[in-house]
């Protein structure tokens, strides 16, 4: 997979994007992540377990993604899950993917659509 | 939860392993936080959440899957074109045979909620006939009195020539009652279609025609209505165009006229039987209700006519079930062929699927021991077998569409359908549908017996390559099954050509060698009176006795055989009776019997090679002024005037007393496989009545090649009219082999069918026995050391094949025998338990496992003993 580029994953499907920015400053756990992106969003993007799981699994192969076997301090355990870490290529991509969405954005702006302020 | 656990099973089990446990805690989550009304809610989206994804979890699955197939099929090159050409063949014969089935057999007739359309007879159980036509009184007493018909309507057929449009060509087309074309509820598709109105319009003779006239006649174009057509010198008014699939009453009708009946044309005549009859049922009447009103009211017009309906009742069935039980069992019988190709392709299939399976153990165990599951790695060889399957299965549909034009002659003509099956959404689907069983069914068995067993041993180097016994015994079993499917199709071509031989052995009662025969049907505008026939013939026959090489020619109302092949009249004894119908009282007794009647010219007898066995011909001394006279079969003698001299002897037929002036042999006027009626032949000079059966077939007999002569006759006949069409021309040696043309094309294809069969289970035979001597060669190499003989070593491979072989043919021979009989009715009396066939069959079979267990045997033979020890 070295000699893969971020950029031939693009456009990133919007779930992978959302737990490429879950796991960005921290390692978490499937239902981690959901409350994350949940969180991240004011509840406006809630991921689906079905929808979670099949990007995991599909970032996995894709090296997005690893599984993490070091634990958290017990007390922040949670359940003994399954935790998951963005690589570097992850980062590259998801940098990739903001690129072009600002990319976008200022394509959108030069042709008078000016986003709304929030 | 157990709900969500049950759901979660929708994942692929790979998939489950990995994260159902995670996803049950979230899920567990949310119960916990959820308020109780919530929960339903939870539950709803939890189901519509895993429907989604799960399918899209499988479809990226089985995009590596074909993704990795299609490398290995690559890869395999000979292998895959092999296993795609069995499956092509397999699922073509299937696809071709099930769509001319469904085609003539089951598919709803083209025209809206056909399945309350019905035909309508009489029934004259007295004289033995289950289904004659209805006469025109009949069929209006019905029509008023019957309460379950939305329609009742009658048509006859029209043959016809058309002039006015360069040379008279010759027509056939419907004449139709006002409201047959509104009850069938299709529509023309230029134009309109003759309906209840236009019976106020009859003088301007209002005509519709079908596509096919439009296109050759007016070229297509658009403004064709309101011009004339001319058949038989009269003008009718085109008023619409039918659209292309548009068959009624069968696919050669190219136009339709109105039906009205009149006196003088004997339509007030109760016995003069004619129409079909096809009626729609009411909407929720069944045809048991409609059978017994119609039975009831035919009860009542029997007392109110109790001479000319004594014994007449009503009959029906659904249109749709017209087909006469030879071409259903013709077209069963291939069905039948086509699912033993089809076995034998998928077993052969299987076996191809399991040598290479057990030659990629390697792989699947190199696979297996990085990770990948057996539901994976079966996953994986299913999805293989179906992207073969599939291929073969498009391969297949070419196959199938190339091969149904060879099988046209086994679609009845009689029948409102297309030639062929159309290639739709129908039959599409049947071949995806065959496909995917297909697919599953060679694939499934190798891929779970492989991958049962994908055991770390595999890896070693030098891994033995023996398989296990149950493997074995699948392969045999197979093989077995191959051999027993070879051996129904040898036994059920070998009984069809036994039958086939022996309708050809039937007499027909005449000399079917150079015979030149055509037709040139009479117009009763200008042939009506009888002088001017007898010109007509007189004038052609006299001119081509005159031609070199015909040794003699004659005129008959139709040939034996032909297209029309009715033609039947009451016998009747010679005494009149002035209130009988017919003017005679019925023969002793009182029992009713009727005989086929033709009108000859003189020398037909001689022309035809039919022996005259008492008394003599009809001769140009009998004419309308002298005795009436008729030569009758030998048949009608014996039956009528039995023990007796039938010379002298008096009966009356076709409205006329005749006394018989001699006896000829008898002629299978109905065909060769049919029972027909006593024969009675009227001189054409003595025919008065009954135009219909004005003689308008021509025979020749000549002692040069019969068909070099059709143009010099030709040019006579249009020498005496040159506005009649001449139709027909063929020898007789081609009208007679019309009759077993049907059984040759279905031999034809099934002998095709036994042939691969057979070639396929010799390639299984040869397969498997090549891996057994391949994957026993240590064994064998061991006993040759030890001092087997090459004989020995020659008989343990060859005993094998005789084993397989000795089982499929005992297997195979059971059903044969259980096929012969369902095909009983089409064996024309030979015995299904036929010895010589059997015999064949058991013959075929052995040369064939001979045939493929050559190679092993060389091969086991030469096995040796060092080399493969050595690794040892």
């Known amino acids: 997979m070295a000699d893969r580029r971020p950029e031939s994953l693009l456009p990133l499907p919007p779930a992978v994007f959302h737990i490429l920015m879950a796991l960005a400053d921290e390692d978490r756990h499937g239902y981690g992540i959901i409350q994350e992106v949940s969180s991240r969003t004011d509840a406006e993007v809630r991921l689906s377990p079905g929808t979670l799981y099949?990007?995991?699994?599909?970032?996995?192969?894709?090296?997005?993604?690893?599984?993490?076997?070091?634990?958290?301090?017990?007390?922040?355990?949670?359940?003994?899950?399954?935790?998951?870490?963005?690589?570097?290529?992850?980062?590259?991509?998801?940098?990739?993917?903001?690129?072009?969405?600002?990319e976008l954005v200022r394509l959108a702006r030069a042709s008078g659509f000016h986003p709304k302020k929030a | 939860m157990r709900i969500y656990r049950v759901v979660l099973r929708l994942y692929p089990k790979s998939f489950r392993a990995e994260y159902a446990a995670e996803m049950e805690k979230d899920f567990a989550h949310h119960w916990r936080d959820?308020?109780?009304?919530?929960?339903?809610?939870?539950?709803?989206?939890?189901?519509?959440?895993?429907l989604w994804n799960a399918a899209r979890v499988h479809a990226d699955i089985t995009k590596q899957d074909v993704r990795y197939s299609l490398r290995s099929v690559r890869r395999a090159a000979g292998f895959s074109a092999t296993a795609v050409a069995v499956a092509a063949l397999?699922?073509?014969?299937?696809?071709?045979?099930?769509?001319?089935?469904?085609?003539?057999?089951?598919?709803?007739?083209?025209?809206?909620?056909?399945e309350r359309l019905v035909r309508v007879w009489e029934e004259l159980s007295l004289r033995g006939y289950a289904r004659v036509e209805p006469s025109p009184p009949n069929f209006e007493d019905w029509r008023r009195q019957s309460t379950m018909f939305e329609r009742l309507e009658a048509f006859t057929g029209f043959g016809g020539a058309m002039t006015g449009r360069g040379e008279a060509t010759p027509v056939i087309g419907?004449?139709?009652?006002?409201?047959?074309?509104p009850m069938l509820g299709r529509q023309a598709a230029i134009g309109r279609i003759l309906t209840e109105a236009d019976v106020a319009r009859d003088a301007e003779r209002p005509i519709v025609i079908s596509d096919r006239l439009w296109q050759s006649l007016f070229a297509a174009s658009p403004d064709v209505i309101g011009q004339t057509l001319t058949l038989d010198r009269t003008t009718y008014s085109i008023i619409g165009v039918m659209p292309a699939d548009f068959y009624f009453p069968e696919r050669r009708t190219d136009f339709w006229r109105m039906l009205r009946f009149s006196a003088s044309n004997g339509d007030d005549d109760r016995g003069n039987n004619y129409l079909q009859v096809i009626g729609r049922l009411k909407p929720g009447v069944s045809i048991e209700d409609a059978q017994a009103e119609l039975r009831v009211i035919a009860a009542n017009l029997g007392r109110l006519y109790p001479k000319e309906l004594e014994g007449v009742s009503?009959?029906?069935?659904?249109?749709?079930?017209?087909?006469?039980?030879?071409?259903?069992?013709?077209?069963?019988?291939?069905?039948?062929?086509?699912?033993?190709?089809?076995?034998?392709?998928?077993?052969?299939?299987?076996?191809?699927?399991?040598?290479?399976?057990?030659?990629?153990?390697?792989?699947?165990?190199?696979?297996a021991a990085v990770g990948a599951s057996v539901d994976r790695l079966v996953r994986q060889m299913l999805?293989?077998?179906?992207?073969?399957?599939?291929i073969g299965g498009v391969l297949g549909v070419l196959v199938a569409l190339a091969s149904l034009p060879l099988l046209v002659r086994l679609v009845p003509t009689a029948l409102p359908i297309a030639e062929l099956p159309p290639l739709d959404l129908r039959m599409l689907t049947g071949t995806l549908v065959l496909t995917t069983v297909t697919g599953l069914a060679f694939g499934l068995l190798p891929a779970v017996r492989v991958c049962r067993k994908t055991?770390?041993?595999?890896?070693?180097?030098?891994?033995?390559?023996?398989?296990?016994?149950?493997?074995?015994?699948?392969?045999?079993?197979?093989?077995?099954?191959?051999?027993?499917?070879?051996?129904?199709?040898?036994?059920?071509?070998?009984?069809?050509?036994?039958?086939?031989?022996?309708?050809?052995?039937?007499?027909?009662?005449?000399?079917v060698d150079n015979l030149l025969t055509m037709r040139t049907a009479l117009p009763s505008t200008d042939y009506g009176a009888l002088d001017r026939r007898l010109q007509f013939y007189s004038h052609v026959l006299d001119r081509v006795h005159a031609l070199p090489g015909v040794e003699s020619a004659s005129y008959i109302s139709w040939l034996p055989m032909g297209a029309f092949r009715g033609g039947i009249w009451e016998v009747l004894s010679s005494n009149p009776d002035a209130t009988a119908p017919d003017g005679f009282a019925p023969l002793r007794g009182g029992e009713r019997q009727s005989a086929s009647i033709r009108f000859v010219t003189p020398r037909f007898f001689e022309t035809v090679g039919t022996p005259v066995l008492r008394g003599r011909d009809v001769a140009a001394s009998d004419i309308v002024t002298s005795p009436f006279v008729a030569v009758v079969s030998e048949s009608f003698a014996n039956k009528f005037f039995p023990d007796q001299d039938p010379i002298g002897r008096s009966f009356a037929i076709g409205l006329a007393a005749r006394t018989i002036v001699g006896v000829v042999g008898d002629i299978k006027v109905r065909g060769l496989e049919r029972d027909s009626e006593p024969q009675v032949y009227m001189p054409a000079a003595q025919q008065r009545m009954l135009f219909f059966y004005a003689p308008k077939d021509l025979v020749v007999r000549a002692s040069v090649p019969p068909a070099t002569l059709a143009p010099a006759v030709r040019g006579i006949i249009a020498s005496a009219a040159p506005e009649l069409p001449i139709t027909a021309v063929q020898t007789m040696e081609q009208l007679v082999a019309g009759e077993t043309a049907p059984r040759v094309v279905q031999l034809r294809v099934l002998g095709g069918f036994a042939v691969i069969a057979l070639l396929l289970a010799a390639i299984g035979i040869h397969g498997l026995l090549a891996f057994t001597v391949t994957s026993r060669a240590?064994?064998?190499?061991?006993?040759?050391?030890?001092?087997?003989?090459?004989?020995?070593?020659?008989?343990?491979?060859?005993?094998?094949?005789?084993?397989?072989?000795?089982?499929?043919?005992?297997?195979?021979?059971?059903l044969a025998y259980a096929a012969g009989r369902s095909l009983q009715a089409v064996l024309f009396g030979v015995e299904p338990a036929n010895p010589a066939v059997f015999g064949a069959a058991a013959a075929i079979a052995a040369l064939m496992a001979l045939a493929g267990s050559l190679m092993p045997a060389w091969r086991a033979v030469r096995v040796d003993p060092i080399e493969v020890t050595r690794s040892e």
């Open chain 2, 314 to 367: 009503a009959t029906m069935r659904p249109w749709r079930d017209q087909v006469a039980q030879q071409p259903r069992l013709l077209l069963l019988g291939l069905v039948g062929a086509s699912l033993c190709v089809l076995l034998i392709a998928c077993t052969n299939l299987a076996n191809l699927l399991m040598s290479r399976a057990l030659a990629r153990r390697t792989e699947f165990a190199v696979r």
């Open chain 2, 90 to 114: 397999g699922i073509g014969a299937t696809t071709a045979a099930f769509s001319l089935a469904d085609h003539v057999l089951i598919r709803p007739l083209p025209f809206p909620e056909s």
């Open chain 1, 54 to 102: 099949r990007s995991i699994q599909r970032m996995l192969e894709d090296d997005l993604i690893v599984e993490i076997s070091e634990r958290p301090a017990p007390e922040l355990d949670d359940e003994r899950r399954r935790y998951y870490r963005i690589t570097a290529f992850g980062r590259a991509a998801a940098r990739a993917e903001a690129n072009r969405l600002h």
């Open chain 2, 34 to 50: 959820a308020a109780a009304g919530a929960r339903a809610w939870l539950v709803l989206n939890a189901v519509v959440d895993t």
């Open chain 2, 174 to 181: 419907a004449t139709v009652t006002p409201g047959m074309l």
């Open chain 2, 383 to 390: 999805t293989e077998s179906m992207m073969l399957a599939l």
């Open chain 2, 455 to 511: 055991d770390p041993a595999a890896l070693k180097d030098g891994a033995r390559g023996g398989t296990s016994r149950g493997t074995e015994r699948m392969r045999s079993t197979l093989v077995v099954a191959e051999i027993v499917a070879s051996v129904v199709l040898i036994v059920c071509v070998g009984l069809l050509t036994q039958a086939l031989l022996a309708v050809q052995r039937v007499d027909p009662g005449f000399k």
């Open chain 2, 778 to 814: 240590r064994e064998i190499g061991v006993r040759i050391a030890l001092g087997a003989k090459a004989r020995d070593i020659m008989w343990m491979i060859v005993g094998r094949s005789a084993a397989l072989t000795g089982t499929g043919v005992i297997v195979g021979a059971v």
